[in-house]
């Protein structure tokens, strides 16, 4: 006989799940990360659904006594692999950069939905409820909080000129203007070109505006080439 009042209960928490999980993963969709809205909801779910096979394994076996049975359960143990097997999920959401690594917050927001959804399997629906609300409170709050506190970006500028200038005065001015602080300079010199290359290791704060910067050092004489890229954090 079909037990409707235990099958609602299931598709409740797993409809719980794709919200909490989903609620999330909008945050991360939002804010431009691979793994977003539809990741987030599958996450959830799958875990909690893993949490409620986990539970519903070890009553299957309830019944039977020491005697009776050589059958070990532990109603854990799905959750504990579904958590251990997260960490791939959330290794492919980081993405390793010059001298930054982004997805941090992508890997642990999966790896915290799979916390969610495991909680709400386990029928801990105001733990989850909270967590989620803790977790959101966090993302998007939090967002605005950060961008009051700047942090030190590393850069490495690389300029190509004439040989016969000599324009490092004009530049150590032009970056100062914008609050740079150069931590060393690499001189290379073309001798076929007849032009020199300076790599300028450059310590700055965040949202440089690098159109200005780009604007003035182009109006220096005998700039060839501008180019710069993340550079690695001391």
């Not at 797993?14 to 539809?38: D, M, N």
């Not at 690594?101 to 399997?121: D, F």
């Not at 030190?152 to 500028?157: G, K, N, R, S």
């Not at 324009?167 to 740079?180: D, M, Y």
Request: aromatic content about 8%.
């Amino acid at each position: 006989m079909v037990d409707w009042q235990q099958i609602l209960i299931y598709g409740t928490k797993l409809a719980l799940a794709s919200v909490l999980g989903g609620a999330i993963g909008f945050e991360r969709e939002k804010h431009g990360q691979a793994a977003g809205l539809r990741t987030y909801i599958l996450v959830c779910v799958g875990s909690c659904l893993m949490m409620m096979l986990s539970l519903h394994m070890e009553e299957l076996y309830r019944h039977l006594g020491v005697t009776q049975s050589v059958v070990r359960l532990d109603p854990g143990r799905i959750a504990s692999y579904a958590i251990a097997g997260m960490g791939f999920l959330g290794a492919g959401a980081i993405i390793t950069g010059k001298g930054t690594v982004r997805g941090l917050t992508t890997a642990a927001g999966l790896w915290l939905v799979t916390g969610i959804g495991l909680a709400i399997g386990a029928s801990y629906l105001a733990p989850a409820l909270m967590g989620a609300a803790i977790s959101l409170l966090i993302l998007y709050v939090f967002r605005w909080i950060k961008a009051i506190f700047h942090r030190d970006e590393f850069t490495i500028l690389s300029l190509k000129y004439d040989r016969a200038e000599k324009p490092l005065k004009k530049i150590r001015e032009i970056l100062g203007g914008h609050n740079f602080t150069i931590q060393f300079i690499n001189y290379k010199a073309e001798i076929p070109s007849n032009t020199v290359t300076y790599n300028l290791r450059l310590r700055s704060h965040e949202e440089v505006p690098w159109g200005h910067i780009v604007s003035a050092l182009s109006r220096t004489e005998g700039i060839k080439e501008i180019h710069w890229q993340e550079g690695e954090i001391p």
